[in-house]
């Protein structure tokens, strides 16, 4: 495989779901809206677009996803020292994660509606030890759901913390008209460099509670008193999921003008909810939002968060779900 392909899936109900080989990513997510197929993400016209992509779009980004602080960690009492990409930090895995890979399509399990991608990570080749191998299978269903399924092994203990990085609109032209609703009473506050202070602070009834009630995402920030936000211009935090059921949605998304609804299910510890502002061109600030179910960032330098560490020889199972309907 040596090229950009693009793979459609589609259900009984004309939903339609298109995937690119390259960084296993969601270039495409339309649902019907009297009758007339719409767009739910911000995207390129054109897959070609994706080999310039800065802002991740709709990828699978990893080996870990979010930063690490300084790019570097210990493990098993050796330090790696990873790819600073952003500010000093590691992001996304760096300047050739998984985001920037050709995946392996796997034709003997591919369906109408399921499709199945897989990337071997050598020892080392993403600064990471061990030798992995991960496989993402998207399944489109029929009560129009999008479930994305994450399976690896590695040789060696490594770092994994992989997710889905699509901006959603909702087929709004901003955050304006979006409102959104989380499972979660704490948050991870940052520093200036988007690392975890190391805190988990309660969201109370300020500017990051979106915990009662649906909440106007765009009212918010233009009326945010939070110096994280302001300093921010917007969300780029990761919430604390809480306690919850399996078929408990951790995210609600809801459009005002088209009526559609987008209910996210995982079964990570964290949701990084990101506003869109740093979106450049063909695209615009704030024309879409991130919701990406992922391990907490820095993890790995935090003994008090969650381990992102995959032993060798174990199996890493995530699963996380974004289901569309009108209300």
Known sequence: MSKIQEYELQNNNAMTVKIVNLGARVSSIKVPIDQCLTEMTVTYDNPQC????????????????????????????????????????????????FSQHLWQVNETTRTLTYLELNLESKHMEHGLPGHLNITVGYNLTEDNALEISYYATSTQDTLLSVCNHCYFN??????????????????????????????????????????SQLKSIGLTIGSANDPQIIANRGFDHCYVINPHLAQSPVATLIAKNTGIRMQVYTDYEGVQFYSGQHLEPPFKPYQGICIEAQRFPNAINNPLFPSPILKSGALFKQHTVYKFDHV
């Open 50 to 97: 994706f080999l310039n992509d800065k802002a991740y779009i709709g990828a699978t980004v990893g080996p870990v996803s979010n930063r690490i602080e300084n790019g570097q960690f210990y493990l098993n009492q050796t330090r790696y020292m990873l790819d600073k990409n952003d500010r000093g930090n590691c992001l996304h895995g760096g300047e050739k994660g």
């Open 170 to 211: 909702l087929a709004e032209t901003s955050v304006d008209n979006l409102f959104l609703s989380l499972d979660a009473t704490r948050y991870l506050p940052i520093d200036e460099l988007g690392i975890p202070t190391g805190d988990m602070k309660s969201v109370g009834d300020g500017d990051f509670a979106f915990n």
